[in-house]
Structure formats: structure tokens, C-alpha cells
């Protein structure tokens, strides 16, 4: 019996560059099954890169679909898939906190990193004081894990010589699950703050002022 898949694929600005965002549903599969076979579907789409890889990636997915879902990892009633449908499905919501070294191409930067948010549906936070700029994401842990797989992999900016090159300046400062204390982000919001003192209050609105005064401080120089 053949099993029906549904994919969805956001194909991002620098697309074939980069890896498109994949989103797969299925009625006959649970949601932990679904996302081994986005994991999948990700490892098989690394191998292509710069070349237009949809349409190979669905044809892979037809002939490889009933041995993905034959290995342990992807077993019916496994205990390891019980519990990867747990973990799955009480992830809730996280957030994570990156540090970008500089933006060469910022307007082109800026839109791409709205369109990522928008895409794996995160909101938060993009923010400019001074020479720091910060990207607080919340959202499905997932999603945020793609995000960083689309910020490492494509090329978002440009290099001193003016050619496009990939994000090598990143790092996660703190991710955790979001907690009662945290502000819930409804979007994705661009911001710049005229001082440190602005930054702050951001942080400690969203209930995070001991990650500003142990991440962000030391980023002050």
C-alpha cells in the first residue's frame, strides 16, 4: 500500500545555494515518523546543493520512503519512537539567542533573516546596538534548528571583496526552553536600541536580565 506524504518546501533567497525549509505531513504517519523523514529528506538535500534539487528529492523520497520508515528509529511501536514522539511533542516552545559578528549586506541581510522567521513560523527579535547585533528566536525547537541550518549554510552576505559568501561569524549564546517568567513573542520584529541601557530594558522585559548580564555584557568591548 502506497503511503501518502504531503511536502511543502520554502525555497529561500539563495536557493539552490542553501537548503530549502521542509515541512512533512502525513495521515498515516505519526509525527515523530514525519520528522525522520524531514531529517532524511535534509541529509539527502546536502548532497545537492547548487543544483535545483526538488524534484529529486521527491523522486528519492518515493523509492526510499518504505526503507526510512523500516529502520529502527522510524518503527511503529518502538520504544525509541515512542519516545522520540514525546520528545517531539513536549518540546514546547524555545528560544535561542545568536550572535552575529557584522552584516557587510545589510538591507539583503535583514530581509533574509525575515524570511526564514517568517517561513519555520518564529518570532522574536532582530537587534542592532551599536556594532552588536543579536537574533532572538522562539519558536518549535525544530524550526529554530532549521533556521541555524539556513544561516550556516546559506550565502547571506557578502565578503570584503563584495562576492557572496556564508554566515562564518556565528554563535549561539544560550538556548533554552521557554519558561512562565519569558515573554511570548507574536512576531518577528527588526530593532535598533540608541544605547545599552534600551537593550537592557529589552531583556529584562522579556524576563531574560541574567542572560543579558552574562551573555551580552561580555560582548561590550
Known amino acids: ?29 505519526t509525527r515523530a515518523q514525519c520528522e525522520i523523514v524531514k531529517e532524511k529528506l535534509l541529509e539527502q538535500a ?12 521527491v523522486l528519492w523520497i518515493q523509492e526510499n520512503l518504505r526503507h526510512i520508515l523500516k529502520c529502527p528509529e522510524a518503527g511503529g511501536g518502538s520504544e525509541k519512537c515512542s519516545s522520540a ?18 552584516m557587510r549586506a545589510k538591507a539583503k541581510y535583514v530581509k533574509t533573516v525575515e524570511k526564514w522567521a517568517s517561513d519555520l513560523r ?11 547585533i543579536l537574533i532572538l528566536l ?24 563584495g562576492k557572496k559568501c556564508k554566515e562564518k561569524m556565528i554563535s549561539v549564546l544560550f ?18 536600541y540608541s544605547s545599552l541601557d534600551e537593550l537592557q530594558k529589552e531583556f529584562e522585559t522579556t524576563g531574560l536580565k541574567k542572560l543579558f548580564s552574562e551573555c551580552v555584557l561580555r560582548l561590550v568591548k
Open 46 to 57: 546536502e548532497t545537492l546543493l547548487l543544483e535545483p534539487m526538488v524534484h529529486e528529492l
Open 85 to 102: 514522539a514525546s520528545m517531539t511533542v513536549d518540546d514546547g516552545l524555545w528560544m535561542t539567542l545568536l550572535h552575529l559578528d557584522h
Open 138 to 161: 522562539q519558536g518549535d525547537r525544530n524550526d529554530i534548528k532549521e533556521y541555524l541550518i539556513l544561516q550556516k549554510t546559506c550565502k547571506v552576505d557578502v565578503d570584503s571583496s
Open 175 to 192: 538556548e533554552t526552553k521557554v519558561q512562565t517568567e519569558h515573554k511570548r513573542f507574536l512576531a518577528f520584529e527588526v530593532k535598533e
Open 1 to 29: 500500500m502506497d503511503i501518502p506524504l504531503q511536502l511543502v518546501f520554502h525555497l529561500p533567497l539563495s536557493y539552490p545555494s542553501c537548503l530549502p525549509g521542509i515541512v512533512v505531513n502525513s495521515k498515516h504517519l
Open 122 to 132: 518564529l518570532t522574536g527579535r532582530l537587534m542592532f546596538m551599536g556594532k552588536i
